[in-house]
C-alpha cells in the first residue's frame, strides 16, 4: 500500500491569537480549492492557538497536532499539557522529541518515549523527531545516533498506522542550510531498515518518515522526490500559507492535482 505523504507544520512559539486565525483561515482556503490533494496536512500551533484554529480549520481536512505533550496523562506537572488534552481539543498529532525539546528541555530518548506511549495512550499519532547535530555529523555518527534514538524513543505498539518518523538534522533546523539530496536519501534508507528489524516489514513499509530542517519552496522537491521521504515537517516555511503550501507541490503525485 504506498504511503500518503504527509505535510506537517510546526508553527513553534509564533503567533496571536490573529495571526493564527490568518494564518489558519489562508489555510483553509487553499486546501478548499484542492479537495482531492493527495497528502494530508497537519499543523502544530502553540498551545494558545489550538482551540482557535481547530475552529477555523475544522472540516477542512487540515489536521492539528499538539507540539509536545507530558508522559503522563494528567496529575500535578504544572505548566504542561497532556495528550488527552490535546485530543480533546481535536488534535491528531503530537510531536515529540524535536531538538529543540531535546535541547533546551532536556527530553531524552527515555522521556521521548513515554510521551510518545501517552501520545499513543490518547488515540494521537506520534511523529517522533530525530537527528544529529552538527558535530556528531562531522564525526561520523549520524547513522549511529539516529539508530540510538529510533531504537530507544519509538514506543512498544508502535506501528505505521500511529507513528511517523521526522528525520530533521539538528543542524538543519532553522539555519537555512540542508544536507544534499543524496545524504537524506542516505538516512532515510538507514531509517526504513531498521524499522524493519524493529517493526517488520509490513508495519516499516507502511511508516511515514518525514525530511525537516530548512524546507523551503525551492528545495523541497529535491527531498520530497525520493523513495524514502514520505513528506516533511516544516517550520519556518510553515509561518506563511503560500510558501508551506508551495512546499506541498514538491511532491511528485501532489504536481497535477492541486490549484495552480
Ligand atoms: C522544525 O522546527 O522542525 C524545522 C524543521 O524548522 P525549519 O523548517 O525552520 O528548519
Redesign the pocket.
Known amino acids: 500500500m504506498p504511503r500518503r505523504p504527509l505535510i506537517a507544520g510546526?508553527w513553534?512559539m509564533n503567533g496571536l491569537g490573529e495571526d493564527g486565525a490568518r494564518l489558519a483561515g489562508a489555510l483553509r482556503e487553499l486546501m478548499t480549492a484542492a479537495p482531492d490533494a493527495p497528502f494530508d496536512m497537519m499543523v502544530a500551533p502553540p498551545f494558545t492557538l489550538i482551540g482557535r484554529v481547530a475552529e477555523i480549520l475544522s472540516g477542512s481536512g487540515i489536521e492539528l497536532g499538539g507540539q509536545d505533550c507530558h508522559g503522563e496523562a494528567s496529575g500535578a506537572h504544572t505548566g504542561d499539557i497532556s495528550a488527552p488534552m490535546l485530543a480533546d481539543l481535536g488534535c491528531r498529532y503530537v510531536?515529540v522529541g524535536?531538538?529543540?525539546r531535546r535541547t533546551g528541555h532536556g527530553d531524552t530518548d527515555a522521556l521521548v518515549r513515554a510521551k510518545a506511549r501517552a501520545g499513543l495512550d490518547a488515540g494521537l499519532t506520534a511523529i517522533v523527531?530525530i537527528g544529529e547535530t552538527e558535530a556528531e555529523r562531522d564525526g561520523g555518527k549520524t547513522l549511529d545516533v539516529v539508530a540510538q534514538q529510533l531504537g530507544q524513543s519509538l514506543p512498544p505498539g508502535a506501528d505505521g498506522a500511529n507513528t511517523v518518523i521526522?528525520y530533521?538534522p539538528v543542524w538543519?533546523?532553522?539555519?537555512g542550510r540542508t544536507p544534499t539530496g543524496e545524504e537524506v536519501r542516505d538516512v532515510h534508507d538507514f531509517i526504513r531498515a531498521r524499522l524493519v528489524d524493529t517493526l517488520g516489514g509490513d508495519e516499516a513499509g507502511m511508516t511515514r518518515i518525514l525530511y525537516?530542517?530548512?524546507?523551503?519552496p525551492g528545495n523541497a522537491a529535491e527531498f520530497l522526490k525520493l523513495a524514502d521521504v514520505d513528506g516533511?515537517?516544516?517550520?519556518?516555511?510553515?509561518l506563511e500559507a503560500e510558501d508551506f503550501w508551495a512546499i506541498a507541490q514538491g511532491l511528485p503525485l501532489a504536481i497535477s492535482s492541486v490549484p495552480d
Open positions: 510546526n513553534k510531536i524535536h531538538s529543540e523527531c521526522a530533521e538543519a533546523i532553522g539555519t525537516g530542517g530548512s524546507m523551503k516533511g515537517l516544516i517550520g519556518g516555511a510553515s
